[in-house]
């Protein structure tokens, strides 16, 4: 399942869960906390799983290549 937020007036459907974070911040102000020193912690990481979910579909999707390539199952 891909979360996928949809704009009312019709827009483009949006699937990227930290874009669609940030909206909903945006609109409610409740998802990030308020306090900058706070934020910046639960944004790295936020960051960070993003990057760990993008390398670990990267390697499934290669490991099922018919020639997978060595450097990504290195």
């Known amino acids: 399942l891909v979360p996928v937020l ?4 019709g827009g483009h459907p949006i699937s990227d869960s ?9 609109r409610h102000g409740r998802i990030w906390p308020q306090d900058p020193e ?3 912690p639960v944004r790295i990481s936020a960051t960070l799983a993003t990057g760990v979910m993008h390398a ?6 290669e490991s099922k290549r018919p020639s997978p ?6």
């Not at 930290?18 to 945006?26: A, K, S």
């Not at 670990?56 to 999707?61: A, E, G, N, R, S």
């Not at 390539?69 to 290195?74: D, K, R, V």
């Open 6 to 9: 949809t704009d009312e007036g």
């Open 18 to 26: 930290n874009t669609i974070l940030e909206i909903l911040h945006e």
């Open 38 to 40: 706070l934020r910046l």
């Open 56 to 61: 670990t579909v990267q390697y499934f999707l």
């Open 69 to 74: 390539s060595a450097e990504w199952l290195a």
